[in-house]
T-cell receptor
Framework: ETGVTQTPRHLVMGMTNKKSLKCEQH?????MYWYKQSAKKPLELMFV???????ENNSVPSRFSPECPNSSHLFLHLHTLQPEDSALYLC?????????????FGPGTRLTVL | GQNIDQPTEMTATEGAIVQINCTYQ??????LFWYQQHAGEAPTFLSY??LDGLEEKGRFSSFLSRSKGYSYLLLKELQMKDSASYLC??????????WGAGTKLIIKP
């Protein structure tokens, strides 16, 4: 595997379910990000991790819970989501949390909340 | 507030040239990115401009004017595979990335 991978690619869940999204980067990067991408809207940065430590939480509801066990893996735990949470969730990584460097994105998880 | 404006959708013909504009109003400026995103795929990096002027990379060029708060991405010799969304993002004074909603480019034969 190369680059940034995400699983699952598609997820359908009910509002009472609990599920997790997984992201893995094989680039040796130290910073990882979760973004939400809704149709015709700008990317929304959700969380930033630098060397496994969370450095940003952009007012994300507590029904989204990130976890970063090491610099290569990032999870997004989901529970009691709302239909408006349906979107494409993108993971990204970069060499450092310096935003002036290129970010490498995974293909995303298409989430549908019923 | 901070804002990035780019056209929602553009259509161009294979073999032609297209210019995708991006205007921004942000608190400070530390660079501007262009990313390409094919439908159902990951965004991929195209360019980063921090100084005024034109930077060319093969068929793609990116221009920046900081005084005008303006950038454009120029695509030459368009190919069908260039059909994608093009995302503009600005790094503000706090090094926060402000993203535009993207421009969907449709290439017709």
């Amino acid at each position: 595997e190369t680059g940034v991978t995400q699983t699952p690619r598609h997820l359908v869940m009910g509002m009472t379910n609990k599920k997790s999204l997984k992201c893995e980067q094989h680039l040796g990067h130290n910073a990882m990000y979760w973004y939400k991408q809704s149709a015709k809207k700008p990317l929304e940065l959700m969380f930033v991790y630098n060397f496994k430590e969370q450095t940003e939480n952009n007012s994300v509801p507590s029904r989204f819970s990130p976890e970063c066990p090491n610099s290569s893996h990032l999870f997004l735990h989901l529970h009691t989501l709302q239909p408006e949470d349906s979107a494409l969730y993108l993971c990204a990584s970069s060499q450092a949390a310096d935003r002036s460097v290129e970010q490498f994105f995974g293909p995303g998880t298409r989430l549908t909340v019923l | 507030g901070q804002n990035i404006d780019q056209p929602t959708e553009m259509t161009a013909t294979e073999g032609a040239i297209v210019q995708i504009n991006c205007t921004y109003q942000t608190s400070g400026f530390n660079g501007l990115f262009w990313y390409q995103q094919h439908a159902g795929e990951a965004p991929t990096f195209l360019s980063y401009n921090v100084l005024d002027g034109l930077e060319e990379k093969g068929r793609f060029s990116s221009f920046l004017s900081r005084s005008k708060g303006y950038s454009y991405l120029l695509l030459k010799e368009l190919q069908m595979k260039d059909s994608a969304s093009y995302l503009c993002a600005v790094l503000d004074s706090n090094y926060q990335l402000i993203w535009g909603a993207g421009t969907k480019l449709i290439i017709k034969p």
